[in-house]
């Protein structure tokens, strides 16, 4: 049964700094991995997806690896900014029976 | 584009009813998965529609139901409501459930069973 993990569960950091989250998994037969965020009573909204024979994505000050062989992928946040401030979560889609696996996510707070 | 629309926003039923929740995916798209999320459990998968068939189905008791329409919405019903049922629950779309599909959330209908 996949299990998806997420280091650390909150993060406070200073306006300006470069932070890397992380997202570990427990089967490396994925079909896809997504990283997502939410704002408080909000729903997702997708910031990159992943798929399993890609390594690397990126959009803007955003950064998503994955190495399926240790199971894990970094999302990595440039320049952070207050409006960065939200709940990250990455979610894994299975070879198996193509369900979404939900990683409990980090709680990011970037201070101005 | 528009986005993808879920009605009501909000609900509130007691134990024993049941309830139909509906998703307008993103215009094209013909899957659409249901999700539930809580406090305590986070985010977890409850189905997958595509072309109007269940495609997948996460662990949940037979009480939780869905179906697609030809025009791709989806409803997903709860029977016999539970306090434990009480939750955000979420659906996305995406054009086919592809690997390189991304998924599409809607704001959720937040349901209270009291």
């Known amino acids: 049964k996949q299990e998806v993990t997420q280091i650390p569960a909150a993060l406070s950091v200073p306006e300006g700094e470069n932070l890397v989250l992380n997202c570990s998994f427990t089967?490396?037969?994925?079909?896809?991995l997504q990283w997502f965020r939410q704002d408080p009573g909000k729903g997702l909204t997708s910031l990159l997806l992943?798929?399993?024979?890609?390594r690397e994505q990126t959009s803007g000050r955003l950064n998503a690896s994955l190495d399926k062989s240790s199971g894990r992928s970094t999302l990595y946040i440039a320049a952070s900014q207050p409006g960065d401030s939200a709940t990250y979560l990455c979610?894994?889609?299975?070879?198996?029976?193509?369900?979404?696996?939900f990683g409990p996510g980090t709680r990011l707070s970037v201070l101005p | 584009k528009a986005g993808v629309t879920q009605t009501p926003r909000y609900l509130i039923k007691t134990r024993g009813q049941q309830v139909t929740l509906s998703c307008s995916p993103i215009?094209?798209?013909?899957?659409v998965s249901w999700y539930q999320q809580t406090p305590g459990q986070g985010l977890q998968f409850l189905f997958e529609?595509?072309?109007?068939?269940?495609?997948n189905k996460g662990n949940f008791p037979g009480r939780f139901s869905g179906r697609q329409f030809s025009n791709s919405r989806s409803e997903m019903n709860v029977s016999t409501l539970e306090l434990g049922d009480s939750a955000l629950y979420l659906c996305?779309?995406?054009?086919?459930?592809?690997?390189?599909?991304?998924?599409?959330f809607g704001p959720g209908t937040r349901l209270t069973v009291l």
């Open positions: 215009s094209g798209h013909r899957s």
């Open positions: 529609y595509f072309s109007e068939t269940q495609r």
């Open positions: 992943i798929q399993s024979s890609q």
């Open positions: 089967d490396s037969a994925i079909y896809n």
């Open positions: 979610a894994v889609r299975d070879n198996y029976g193509q369900n979404f696996v």
């Open positions: 996305a779309s995406s054009l086919f459930g592809g690997a390189s599909d991304t998924q599409y």
